[in-house]
Protein backbone atom coordinates (compact mmCIF):
# COMPACT_ATOMS: atom_id res chain seq x y z
CA UNK A 1 0.00 0.00 0.00
CA UNK A 2 2.94 2.02 0.94
CA UNK A 3 4.37 1.61 -3.12
CA UNK A 4 0.80 2.45 -3.96
CA UNK A 5 1.05 6.03 -2.24
CA UNK A 6 4.09 6.52 -3.25
CA UNK A 7 3.20 6.31 -7.23
CA UNK A 8 0.49 8.33 -6.98
CA UNK A 9 2.26 11.12 -5.32
CA UNK A 10 5.12 10.84 -7.38
CA UNK A 11 2.10 10.99 -10.29
CA UNK A 12 1.08 13.45 -9.04
CA UNK A 13 4.47 15.89 -8.60
CA UNK A 14 5.65 14.58 -11.92
CA UNK A 15 4.65 16.88 -15.34
CA UNK A 16 2.46 15.97 -17.46
CA UNK A 17 3.11 14.61 -21.16
CA UNK A 18 3.12 17.10 -23.83
CA UNK A 19 3.26 17.53 -27.63
CA UNK A 20 6.58 18.68 -29.11
CA UNK A 21 4.30 21.00 -31.20
CA UNK A 22 2.61 22.49 -28.33
CA UNK A 23 4.01 25.69 -26.46
CA UNK A 24 4.81 24.82 -22.47
CA UNK A 25 4.28 26.87 -20.11
CA UNK A 26 6.93 27.02 -17.23
CA UNK A 27 5.05 28.47 -14.35
CA UNK A 28 2.25 26.25 -12.88
CA UNK A 29 -1.26 28.45 -12.29
CA UNK A 30 -2.87 28.72 -9.25
CA UNK A 31 -5.82 26.37 -9.88
CA UNK A 32 -3.37 23.15 -11.04
CA UNK A 33 -1.57 24.02 -7.64
CA UNK A 34 -4.17 24.35 -5.46
CA UNK A 35 -5.10 20.37 -7.26
CA UNK A 36 -2.02 19.20 -6.26
CA UNK A 37 -2.22 20.09 -2.71
CA UNK A 38 -5.49 19.22 -2.40
CA UNK A 39 -4.38 15.60 -3.89
CA UNK A 40 -1.42 15.33 -1.73
CA UNK A 41 -2.86 16.16 1.80
CA UNK A 42 -5.90 13.76 0.44
CA UNK A 43 -3.37 10.81 0.14
CA UNK A 44 -1.67 11.96 3.36
CA UNK A 45 -4.91 11.85 5.48
CA UNK A 46 -5.92 8.04 3.63
CA UNK A 47 -2.65 6.73 4.85
CA UNK A 48 -2.83 8.12 8.20
CA UNK A 49 -6.99 6.64 8.78
CA UNK A 50 -5.33 3.33 7.63
CA UNK A 51 -2.67 3.47 9.58
CA UNK A 52 -0.17 3.39 6.99
CA UNK A 53 2.07 6.14 7.83
CA UNK A 54 3.68 7.33 11.41
CA UNK A 55 2.95 10.93 13.00
CA UNK A 56 6.71 12.18 12.04
CA UNK A 57 5.67 10.83 8.06
CA UNK A 58 2.69 12.60 7.72
CA UNK A 59 4.37 15.58 9.08
CA UNK A 60 7.49 15.61 6.93
CA UNK A 61 4.59 14.59 3.68
CA UNK A 62 2.60 17.81 4.93
CA UNK A 63 5.71 19.88 4.69
CA UNK A 64 6.66 19.06 1.39
CA UNK A 65 2.91 19.15 0.14
CA UNK A 66 2.87 22.69 1.37
CA UNK A 67 6.58 23.86 0.29
CA UNK A 68 5.83 22.77 -3.43
CA UNK A 69 2.10 24.85 -2.90
CA UNK A 70 3.90 27.94 -1.90
CA UNK A 71 6.83 27.37 -4.18
CA UNK A 72 4.08 26.78 -7.30
CA UNK A 73 1.60 29.42 -6.53
CA UNK A 74 1.81 32.16 -8.30
CA UNK A 75 -0.49 34.71 -6.29
CA UNK A 76 1.40 35.21 -3.15
CA UNK A 77 -1.28 37.21 -1.34
CA UNK A 78 -3.61 34.14 -1.34
CA UNK A 79 -1.49 30.96 -0.80
CA UNK A 80 -2.74 30.65 2.79
CA UNK A 81 -6.50 30.89 1.93
CA UNK A 82 -6.24 28.67 -1.07
CA UNK A 83 -3.98 26.11 1.75
CA UNK A 84 -7.22 26.36 4.38
CA UNK A 85 -9.50 25.40 1.69
CA UNK A 86 -7.79 22.41 0.82
CA UNK A 87 -7.54 21.48 4.72
CA UNK A 88 -10.69 21.96 4.61
CA UNK A 89 -12.28 20.28 1.84
CA UNK A 90 -9.84 17.21 3.36
CA UNK A 91 -11.14 17.67 6.49
CA UNK A 92 -15.10 16.76 5.42
CA UNK A 93 -13.94 13.37 4.14
CA UNK A 94 -10.97 12.70 7.32
CA UNK A 95 -12.59 14.90 10.28
CA UNK A 96 -9.67 13.20 12.51
CA UNK A 97 -6.35 14.04 10.15
CA UNK A 98 -5.89 16.78 11.65
CA UNK A 99 -6.97 16.90 15.55
CA UNK A 100 -4.95 20.15 15.99
CA UNK A 101 -7.50 22.29 13.43
CA UNK A 102 -10.73 22.96 14.56
CA UNK A 103 -13.15 23.51 11.84
CA UNK A 104 -15.42 26.27 11.65
CA UNK A 105 -19.18 25.35 10.45
Not at 26 to 41: P, R, T
Request: glycine fraction near 4%; charge should be neutral; include cysteine.
Amino acid sequence: MKRLLLTLLAALALPKAVNANEKVLSEMNDIEANKILLGQVLSVCYAVDRNHITMKQKIDMLGFALNLHERAHGNKQTIQEDQMNAIGKVLDIFPDCFPEVKKEK
